[in-house]
């Protein structure tokens, strides 16, 4: 069997629907009738899914050592009469060929190999492990083969190839596609539309298993009889809260989403519920679902949660709860393992996913001149913690990909694409042979790390901002990681400093700076940040201004951080950002301007971001970490005495 190529790492959730569902397979009939309102549902991925690597192939393979697969295994040309012999037979297999012939038929592609590696996800619990695997697949062939796919694509690949097995899936389930996050769906007709919506705030869920049982295709059919034309009272209350009133309400629960109205939203599952009860519950036996019933109405459970309501196609299958805070999530999964019910939780946070850096790295290195003839500043040796002596850019980028980071772009010069290219280079076979075998893999892991980056060349030197946005294209719209390439970074926390400034950003939601403390007599070589500190434990702060080189009495006079112990702590710069989309407009808005006055000026970041705090809000996150300076002699000396070190620094 011969495979080609990198490996990659994918993994897909399973996805919770919160409001709206039956309206996606409702929401179809109005190709037949007008009249029914559009479908819509609020769905969201969930932290539980399927792991796997992927590699191409000539053939068609799955395959897992996981219990629940059995040892079982498939292989198949990557054929469509072939796949679709597999997918018309039903069972687990059927799922992932569907989606694999549906790609042979409309993509130049040969085969893969998928190796599911973990499954936290529960099977048969309206979670749709289902669509997760078909997206899996989807996503596999995407990224392999770049066919361009965008997460819509993605989601049409997985819906059009499980919809060649005898399964009939709901157009809902492919959300997952966008990974931990709520989505809005719109169901009219054939026509699917989706977007992403911000949450105002953490929003904690406990899904639970009730260990009972339903017959979907019994709901499903009993339900289907009320569509396309109602034909008495029973079936025009099904359309009506499939329709009219589930679009009312999703309307509303966008709204508290993006509000962060965690009670509000509680309030509003427990209305749909009594909604659906009320309406649908009559059209179908399997709706009257006793144990649902008994425990979103246990008065004990309700001290616990602001709301429940059922899962997937309702009946007893599983139950979501939005609970009140993490103490309510821990009680209440401890009262649920004593009924004999397993859960697990899901939480929002706000602010889109940073899965996207930028390390500038076109600087021409005057201050450690003449070393930059023999190198590229990036290319400064260290000793990371692991004992190898490696490129400082290395150090940055192992950091940026345990931080969760799928991409990097790298600001270089017009002409150094060359020493880049032989960085990146696979080491010859005769030196990989007198490698040990951890060297041997870090070489392989170097490869590896090429396939995440993406160029850029700053032709011209007009500014740091000027360099950050060149990258606009590459950010599309996304929140990015921006790590200056000076410096490299130490945690002294259990995750890196990258992790913890992308987590940060995580429950702000706003462009982000992270800081460090510096003494007074030092303030006057950074940009310092002023604000106050928006939580106990003093990591988060709400920026109020950015002052760029003050002088050490003004720093004194308007720049003092007070803290618990009403102390003045001064905070500069830590050389880790989360930008914005707003940031590149900012930039785009000073560009502009100075390309219309033939202006000379740099274009500077700091700028921009003091103008995206004044209009949008700005947050500064202090890091458990230090920061090490490359780009000065004396400290590039302290680096490489102290980076891993930590017994030296005082």
Same mark, same amino acid.
């Given at each position: 069997?011969?495979? *080609?190529?990198?490996?990659?790492?994918?993994?897909?959730?399973?996805?919770?629907?919160?409001?709206?569902?039956?309206?996606?397979?409702?929401?179809?009939?109005?190709?037949?009738?007008?009249?029914?309102?559009?479908?819509?549902?609020?769905?969201?991925?969930?932290?539980?899914?399927?792991?796997?690597?992927?590699?191409?192939?000539?053939?068609?393979?799955?395959?897992?050592?996981?219990? !629940?697969?059995?040892?079982?295994?498939?292989?198949?040309?990557?054929?469509?009469?072939?796949?679709?012999? +597999?997918?018309?037979?039903?069972?687990?297999?059927?799922?992932?060929?569907?989606?694999?012939?549906?790609?042979?038929?409309?993509?130049? +592609?040969?085969? +893969?190999?998928?190796?599911?590696?973990? %499954?936290?996800?529960?099977?048969?619990?309206?979670?749709?492990?289902?669509?997760?695997?078909?997206?899996?697949?989807?996503?596999?062939?995407?990224?392999? @083969?770049?066919?361009? %796919?965008?997460?819509? /694509?993605?989601?049409?690949?997985?819906?059009?190839?499980?919809? $060649?097995?005898?399964? $009939?899936?709901?157009?809902?389930?492919?959300?997952?596609?966008? =990974?931990?996050?709520?989505?809005?769906?719109?169901?009219?007709?054939?026509?699917?539309?989706?977007? #992403?919506?911000?949450?105002?705030?953490?929003?904690?869920?406990?899904?639970?298993?009730?260990?009972?049982?339903?017959?979907?295709? *019994?709901?499903?059919?009993?339900?289907?009889?009320?569509?396309?034309?109602?034909?008495?009272?029973?079936?025009? *209350?099904?359309?009506?809260?499939?329709?009219?009133?589930?679009?009312?309400?999703?309307?509303?629960?966008?709204? %508290?989403?993006?509000?962060?109205?965690?009670?509000?939203?509680?309030? &509003?599952?427990?209305?749909?519920?009594?909604?659906?009860?009320?309406?649908?519950?009559?059209?179908?036996?399997?709706?009257?679902?006793?144990?649902?019933?008994? !425990?979103?109405?246990?008065?004990?459970?309700?001290?616990?949660?602001?709301?429940?309501?059922?899962? =997937?196609?309702?009946?007893?299958?599983?139950?979501?709860?939005?609970?009140?805070?993490?103490?309510?999530?821990?009680? &209440?999964?401890?009262?649920?393992?004593?009924?004999?019910?397993?859960?697990?939780?899901?939480?929002?946070?706000? =602010?889109?996913?940073?899965?996207?850096?930028?390390?500038?790295?076109?600087?021409?290195?005057?201050?450690?001149?003449?070393?930059?003839?023999?190198?590229?500043? /990036?290319?400064?040796?260290? !000793?990371?913690?692991?004992?190898?002596?490696?490129?400082?850019?290395?150090?940055?980028?192992? #950091?940026?990909?345990?931080?969760?980071?799928?991409?990097?772009?790298?600001?270089?010069?017009?002409?150094?694409?060359?020493?880049?290219?032989?960085?990146?280079?696979?080491?010859?076979?005769?030196?990989?042979?007198?490698?040990?075998?951890?060297?041997?893999?870090?070489?392989?892991?170097?490869? #590896?790390?090429?396939?995440?980056?993406?160029?850029?060349?700053?032709?011209?030197? $007009?500014?740091?901002?000027?360099?950050?946005? &060149?990258?606009?294209?590459?950010?599309?719209?996304?929140?990015?990681?921006?790590?200056?390439?000076?410096?490299?970074?130490?945690?002294?926390?259990?995750?890196?400093?990258?992790?913890?400034?992308?987590?940060?950003?995580?429950?702000? /939601?706003?462009?982000? !700076?992270?800081?460090?403390?510096?003494?007074?007599?030092?303030?006057?070589?950074? /940009?310092?940040?002023?604000?106050?500190?928006?939580?106990?434990?003093?990591?988060?702060?709400?920026?109020?201004?950015?002052?760029?080189?003050?002088?050490?009495?003004?720093?004194?006079?308007?720049?003092?951080?007070?803290?618990?112990?009403?102390?003045?702590?001064?905070?500069?710069?830590?050389?880790?950002? +989360?930008?914005?989309?707003?940031? @590149?407009?900012?930039?785009?808005?000073?560009?502009?301007?100075?390309?219309?006055?033939?202006?000379?000026?740099?274009?500077? &970041?700091?700028?921009?971001?003091?103008?995206?705090?004044?209009?949008?809000?700005?947050?500064?996150?202090?890091?458990?970490?230090?920061?090490?300076?490359?780009?000065?002699?004396?400290?590039?000396? @302290?680096?490489?005495?102290?980076?891993?070190?930590?017994?030296?620094?005082?």
């Amino acid at each position: 069997m011969e495979t *080609k190529g990198r490996k990659l790492n994918l993994f897909v959730p399973g996805r919770l629907c919160l409001f709206g569902e039956h309206s996606d397979w409702a929401g179809m009939y109005r190709t037949v009738n007008s009249e029914i309102v559009m479908g819509q549902a609020v769905v969201t991925g969930i932290e539980q899914g399927i792991y796997a690597t992927v590699e191409r192939c000539d053939r068609f393979i799955v395959e897992s050592r996981l219990p !629940v697969y059995h040892d079982e295994y498939l292989e198949c040309p990557m054929e469509t009469g072939k796949l679709l012999e +597999v997918a018309k037979q039903g069972g687990f297999f059927s799922y992932v060929a569907g989606v694999a012939s549906y790609i042979n038929d409309n993509y130049s +592609v040969e085969g +893969v190999r998928i190796t599911v590696t973990g %499954m936290d996800l529960p099977i048969k619990s309206g979670l749709s492990s289902s669509a997760a695997i078909c997206v899996l697949v989807a996503r596999a062939f995407n990224q392999l @083969y770049n066919l361009r %796919m965008n997460v819509k /694509g993605e989601m049409q690949a997985a819906f059009r190839g499980e919809q $060649r097995t005898p399964s $009939r899936c709901g157009r809902l389930d492919q959300a997952c596609a966008y =990974g931990v996050k709520p989505v809005l769906m719109d169901f009219d007709g054939v026509e699917i539309d989706s977007r #992403e919506l911000s949450v105002g705030s953490t929003f904690r869920w406990v899904i639970a298993n009730l260990n009972a049982s339903k017959d979907t295709i *019994k709901i499903l059919a009993d339900l289907n009889r009320c569509y396309p034309f109602a034909e008495d009272e029973l079936q025009s *209350k099904v359309q009506e809260a499939l329709g009219p009133d589930n679009k009312l309400m999703n309307e509303k629960a966008v709204e %508290m989403l993006e509000k962060g109205d965690a009670p509000g939203l509680g309030a &509003l599952m427990d209305e749909w519920q009594a909604n659906f009860d009320e309406k649908v519950m009559p059209a179908c036996s399997e709706l009257i679902a006793p144990v649902l019933h008994s !425990v979103i109405e246990d008065k004990e459970i309700r001290k616990y949660i602001y709301g429940a309501k059922g899962v =997937g196609s309702q009946g007893d299958g599983s139950v979501q709860f939005l609970c009140r805070d993490e103490e309510s999530v821990a009680g &209440l999964q401890k009262y649920l393992e004593g009924k004999g019910m397993s859960s697990f939780t899901l939480t929002l946070k706000p =602010g889109q996913s940073v899965r996207k850096a930028v390390i500038p790295l076109a600087g021409y290195g005057t201050r450690i001149f003449p070393a930059t003839k023999a190198m590229k500043k /990036g290319f400064s040796p260290v !000793v990371d913690k692991d004992g190898m002596l490696k490129p400082a850019l290395f150090i940055m980028l192992e #950091e940026l990909f345990d931080a969760g980071i799928e991409e990097v772009c790298l600001i270089i010069g017009e002409d150094e694409q060359d020493d880049y290219d032989k960085l990146f280079a696979p080491v010859s076979p005769e030196l990989k042979s007198k490698l040990p075998n951890d060297r041997q893999e870090y070489a392989d892991k170097i490869v #590896e790390m090429r396939q995440h980056i993406t160029f850029v060349y700053q032709t011209v030197r $007009r500014g740091f901002g000027h360099a950050v946005y &060149l990258t606009k294209q590459f950010a599309d719209g996304s929140p990015v990681l921006l790590l200056l390439g000076d410096f490299i970074y130490e945690s002294d926390a259990a995750v890196s400093c990258s992790k913890q400034i992308v987590d940060a950003y995580m429950e702000c /939601g706003k462009t982000l !700076v992270s800081v460090e403390e510096v003494p007074l007599e030092r303030v006057v070589h950074y /940009g310092i940040l002023y604000g106050q500190w928006d939580d106990t434990a003093e990591t988060m702060l709400k920026v109020e201004s950015m002052v760029e080189k003050p002088t050490d009495d003004y720093a004194e006079e308007y720049l003092g951080v007070i803290n618990a112990k009403k102390q003045k702590k001064y905070y500069a710069t830590f050389g880790q950002y +989360v930008l914005t989309p707003e940031v @590149y407009d900012e930039l785009a808005v000073m560009i502009k301007e100075s390309d219309r006055t033939g202006s000379q000026n740099e274009i500077g &970041l700091t700028e921009a971001l003091d103008k995206v705090r004044e209009k949008f809000g700005m947050y500064a996150f202090k890091p458990e970490g230090r920061s090490y300076d490359l780009g000065l002699p004396e400290a590039y000396r @302290y680096t490489i005495a102290n980076f891993g070190n930590k017994k030296n620094i005082q």
